[in-house]
């Protein structure tokens, strides 16, 4: 392993393409739009996720103008580093860093669900004691463990390998969406949509956290999170400056469809009542009598939490590997395999910190940051925009936003309101993680850098 050997370049735009549908399409559809439509939306749920895509699109514009711009730079701790200096950058991606790797750990935790369920349906569900980590009553998550340490050994040995896996993943979870659609279409009822609007855009529920469109925006916003990831292949990309821009906007702009799509129908089949459970679409299959469409979705699901690991992973291990190679981690974490070319110390690393995350610890109380870490993330990358615009005008930007700055400053507003609607025990829990980085900074990132 040597620190001069590059990654190698040998994405395509349909592979970030697919990238960016195997990180989004996944966790939003297949938990929380239940969660939020019975919890803080109803059937406007669908309203949330136009909402929340619109931030997420703004935000998307900025991350394709800068991806262009600045090539391989890390996502967007490299854009806040050149926009706003070393100290920003490198909280940005000390943020960036606990979102990713409690997004990989919360995820598999859903992931070892849908797969303990399928082996109960055979007759060979694992104890409780192997599927939840001892403070729920278990020994280990293990099935959480070693699905994160079989995505391991596949970074280790190639992003093309990866990308090809996403891909058929991709196709099993898309197919499962589409059956949905199409049978689930036929139970749709005009009298569960009324009321619509049950909680309004946004008040106080009974336990005073936030209630409305908006706060339910905010929490679905995390079915958002994974577009970030696609920036993160920059340097593996065989055309960045026209590849990763596509790639971006095409994957946010189809999963937008189908998340709006979704929710439209899962609201209109059973009562938003009935939909506070772990696995909405298959439960609202099975209430309606449609077992064996129930029993696909419940494969797609595994397929779709699957790839938004493979994916969010992947954009963790590359963002350790660009701070690493600038001097603000250690050096040793930016080594890369001179078989795979594959980042292969920080793959190692973050793989079995993760694991022994999602083996051993509850993610409730972590898994909420990972929205208030991607909405800063959000408002900085559209900032970078603007503040670049003005401080380095003449450099070449092979895509640019239209209509100025308007796009930029929108994506600005809609996130940091959202922002906005996010309990306030997150933002406690974030400011505590990001005064820890600022310390970290401080004592030793400079000094790393200095040597």
Same mark, same amino acid.
């Given at each position: 392993?040597?620190?001069?050997?590059?990654?190698?370049?040998?994405?395509?735009?349909?592979?970030?393409?697919?990238?960016?549908?195997?990180?989004?399409?996944?966790?939003?559809?297949?938990?929380?739009?239940?969660?939020?439509?019975?919890?803080?939306?109803?059937?406007?749920?669908?309203?949330?996720?136009?909402?929340?895509?619109?931030?997420?699109?703004?935000?998307?514009?900025?991350?394709?103008?800068?991806?262009?711009?600045?090539?391989?730079?890390?996502?967007?701790?490299?854009?806040?580093?050149?926009?706003? *200096?070393?100290? &920003? %950058?490198? @909280?940005?991606?000390?943020? /960036?860093?606990?979102?990713?790797? !409690?997004?990989?750990? =919360? +995820? #598999?935790?859903?992931?070892?669900?849908?797969?303990?369920?399928?082996?109960?349906?055979?007759?060979?569900?694992?104890?409780?004691?192997?599927?939840?980590?001892?403070?729920?009553?278990?020994?280990?998550?293990?099935?959480?463990?070693?699905?994160?340490?079989?995505?391991?050994?596949?970074?280790?040995?190639?992003?093309?390998?990866?990308?090809?896996?996403?891909?058929?993943?991709?196709?099993?979870?898309?197919?499962?969406?589409?059956?949905?659609?199409?049978?689930?279409?036929?139970?749709?009822?005009?009298?569960?949509?009324?009321?619509?609007?049950?909680?309004?855009?946004?008040?106080?529920?009974?336990? *005073?956290?936030? &209630? %409305?469109? @908006?706060?339910?925006?905010? /929490?679905?916003?995390?079915?958002? !999170?994974?577009?970030? =990831? +696609? #920036?993160?292949?920059?340097?593996?990309?065989?055309?960045?400056?026209?590849?990763?821009?596509?790639?971006?906007?095409?994957?946010?702009?189809?999963?937008?469809?189908?998340?709006?799509?979704?929710?439209?129908?899962?609201?209109?089949?059973?009562?938003?009542?009935?939909?506070?459970?772990?696995?909405?679409?298959?439960?609202?299959?099975?209430?309606?009598?449609?077992?064996?469409?129930?029993?696909?979705?419940?494969?797609?699901?595994?397929?779709?939490?699957?790839?938004?690991?493979?994916?969010?992973?992947?954009?963790?291990?590359?963002?350790?590997?660009?701070?690493?190679?600038?001097?603000?981690?250690?050096?040793?974490?930016?080594?890369?395999?001179?078989?795979?070319?594959?980042?292969?110390?920080?793959? !190692?690393?973050?793989?079995?910190?993760?694991?022994?995350?999602?083996?051993?610890?509850?993610?409730?109380?972590?898994?909420?940051?990972?929205?208030?870490?991607?909405?800063?993330?959000?408002?900085?990358?559209?900032?970078?925009?603007?503040?670049?615009?003005?401080?380095?005008?003449?450099?070449?930007?092979?895509?640019?936003?239209?209509?100025?700055?308007?796009?930029?400053?929108?994506?600005?507003?809609?996130?940091?309101?959202?922002?906005?609607?996010?309990?306030?025990?997150?933002?406690?829990?974030?400011?505590?993680?990001?005064?820890?980085?600022?310390?970290?900074?401080?004592?030793?990132?400079?000094?790393?850098?200095?040597?």
């Amino acid at each position: 392993m040597r620190h001069e050997i590059e990654l190698k370049r040998v994405l395509s735009a349909w592979d970030l393409f697919f990238m960016g549908i195997g990180a989004i399409i996944g966790t939003g559809i297949f938990v929380l739009t239940g969660i939020a439509a019975a919890n803080q939306a109803g059937p406007a749920v669908v309203v949330s996720f136009i909402v929340a895509g619109l931030a997420a699109g703004f935000a998307a514009f900025a991350y394709a103008e800068l991806a262009g711009m600045l090539g391989g730079s890390g996502s967007a701790y490299g854009y806040a580093k050149t926009a706003f *200096g070393d100290m &920003v %950058g490198w @909280l940005i991606g000390w943020v /960036l860093i606990l979102e990713y790797g !409690v997004a990989v750990a =919360a +995820v #598999s935790t859903g992931w070892s669900g849908y797969f303990n369920n399928g082996l109960q349906a055979i007759g060979l569900g694992l104890p409780v004691e192997l599927i939840a980590p001892p403070a729920s009553g278990g020994w280990i998550n293990l099935p959480a463990s070693l699905i994160i340490l079989t995505l391991m050994g596949l970074l280790l040995v190639g992003a093309k390998e990866g990308a090809r896996l996403n891909a058929v993943m991709v196709f099993v979870k898309l197919l499962s969406i589409a059956v949905f659609l199409i049978v689930g279409v036929g139970f749709v009822n005009l009298d569960n949509w009324s009321p619509f609007a049950p909680f309004g855009w946004f008040g106080e529920g009974a336990d *005073g956290k936030p &209630v %409305g469109i @908006l706060a339910a925006a905010s /929490l679905v916003f995390f079915a958002y !999170v994974g577009f970030d =990831a +696609v #920036s993160t292949a920059t340097e593996e990309a065989k055309d960045p400056q026209r590849d990763v821009p596509k790639g971006l906007l095409w994957a946010l702009a189809a999963c937008s469809i189908i998340y709006i799509a979704v929710a439209s129908v899962l609201t209109g089949m059973v009562s938003f009542t009935e939909l506070n459970v772990p696995s909405p679409v298959a439960h609202a299959l099975q209430l309606v009598g449609l077992n064996w469409a129930s029993a696909l979705v419940a494969t797609g699901a595994i397929a779709g939490l699957t790839t938004v690991m493979l994916v969010l992973y992947y954009g963790l291990t590359r963002i350790i590997y660009a701070m690493s190679r600038d001097g603000h981690l250690p050096l040793t974490l930016s080594l890369v395999s001179e078989r795979y070319q594959t980042p292969s110390v920080a793959i !190692v690393i973050s793989g079995v910190l993760i694991a022994l995350m999602a083996g051993f610890m509850p993610l409730s109380s972590l898994a909420e940051l990972v929205n208030a870490g991607t909405l800063s993330a959000f408002v900085l990358v559209c900032l970078a925009v603007v503040v670049l615009r003005r401080s380095q005008p003449d450099r070449h930007r092979p895509f640019i936003i239209p209509g100025g700055v308007t796009i930029p400053l929108l994506g600005i507003v809609f996130c940091g309101g959202l922002m906005a609607f996010l309990p306030a025990e997150t933002w406690w829990r974030f400011g505590m993680w990001v005064l820890l980085g600022a310390f970290i900074f401080a004592v030793y990132a400079r000094k790393l850098k200095a040597e």
